[in-house]
């Protein structure tokens, strides 16, 4: 049976004027208008809400839609003696920006930057949960170095960080642990650099650990990725439909997640598209060892169409799978 | 006149603006409403322009919202745009490609005409390129990103061909996405062909969130008069791309940072000035903020813009003195 899961972001807000509205929360709280508790009961109903949606969707392993976040980098950087938050620079291709850390000094472990959301995520559902962290080396590539003047020591120095993140995750029941390193997609040179932080990441978790890679091309990447210490790895195949041949022809025991679900354009999948890409990648591939998500976080979309896009994945899923009355 | 001083596009609403598209937003206000008030809106900011002492006006965009929305809005082809978080806090409603793009009458033409009405001093016609409005939307209908901005682009010409018949000087189409790509530069390239094709105005194109270093000298075949690029924002640290190859355009330089609340000394903006003097040629200098001024408040952008006529008008006091003392030795020489 094939599983469905999604990549990480969730629209923050909904088309429906009476649902809890973060984005005036948070302006009424700039304006000094509400208090944080009050901002943080919008953080939180938003959460369940987001929870909610995706359960309702019908998808097997979940995220918090990173609500929380204002881009995969800072929440991180945040937590980390050493860097400052700098100005805002454009993340990959995308009409979305991020604020660029800055490391000013010697990079240190200052405090978890994920482990109570996901205690909330666990707490407030009822499906598989997953946890997110930023690559080290993605961290590093969308980082300014201003301290080290070397991208590998930074990548590692970040690694060993971020391995305490993942520990205590895994300490407080991550059963699931997805590592985000888009920026490997475009500097495959860097294979063995990555290779090597991820090791410091994952060895030896008992969580099940994903690599995934969005927005690029894994051309150069393979065999090379399959090695690994991951569990699995996840592939975006609808910035680079090329992805989807390069994996069929590759032979690897790892478990793949799909992106094929177009998660940065609102045009609706079909599904009998959907199901003919699953029927020619089973052919290849054990289904058990296939999680179908959308190809990168879903807040490039507006809600509606976020929502809907999740329907469809779920609905192909199950007619393949023959479950749909479930 | 040596470096003329003018402005990206945009000015910041006043409050009264503000809340009446609110209003309209909620259906309280009519149409009609609204734009009384956006034309006193484009008054007052006309008339600010010019007792700053600007030299080429805009008229300032009180009528619009985002930059790419606006258009899509008044186009046949664009379904209803939904809202996508940018940064932080901030949002924008990305529009929605669903058909091919036809326009039914003219967009920017009524309120650059009536901006031009209010002063003798030119005003800019201002548009936004094809392929800006291409990759800042969702694209439900076209096979491929090409098929979209060429469609685009004629469109655009249309729109721009109704400025330059309106008597327009300049006729800016901002490209501001141009740098995201860099693999899509011809693409960029042939659709501003086709929008500036037989125009008799000066045309300009404004470019910002700038890795200048992927694009040049490549932007040089932008078929525009005139580039508007930031320097001020990243403290010219890419100015000095700019010498090899020569740049062979008119250049807009930004000298006073729009994402910042400080106010730049007079000093601090005449050392901008005098940076770009070494690198372009001083008949091809325009003098401008970074980026359109909508995000500052009415008196920050008053402040700035005070601040960057004065800084000019003092280079160019200050260079037509050397002038004439340079011209002075050389006629005690020939005696």
Known sequence: MLKTTVVGNYPKITEDRSAPNLRSALNKFDQKKISKEELEKVYQETIKRVIKEQEEAGVDLITDGQIRWDDLVTPFARNIEGFKIGGLIRFFDN???????????????????????????????????????????TLARLSKDEYYDDEDELTLNLAGILRKEAERLEEVGAEFIQIDEPCLCFSPEKIDLVDQAIKIVADGLKAKTFLYLYFGEIKDLIPGVFGFQVDGIGVDLISRPENLDLLLESASDKELILGCVDGRNTKPEKEEELLSLFERVTQKISDEKIYISPSCGLEFLPHSSAMAKLKTMVQSVRKFNHTEDD | MMLPTTTVGSFPKPAYLVKARTLFSRKKISQNELKELEKEATQEIIKLQEDIGLDILVHGEMERGDMVTYFAERLEGFGISGLVRSYGNRYYKKPIVKGKIKRNSSIALEMFQYAQSLTPKPVKGMLTGPYTMCDWSFNEYFETRRDLVLNLAEVVHQEALDLDRAGAKYIQIDEPAISTRPEEIDLAIEAMKIVTNGLKAKTVSHICYGDFTTIYPKILDLAVDQLDLEFANSDFTNLEIFRTPAFTKEVAVGVVDVHSHEIETKEKVKDNIKKVLNVFPLEKIYIDPDCGLKTRTLKEAEAKLRVMVEAAKEIREEMSAAHVRKECCEIEKTH
């Open chain 1, 95 to 137: 009409n979305a920006y991020y604020r660029r850390p800055i490391a000013k000094s010697k990079l240190s472990f200052k405090d978890y930057s994920t482990v109570e959301q996901f205690n909330f995520l666990k707490q407030n559902s009822i499906k598989k949960v997953k946890a997110v962290l930023v690559g080290p080396f």
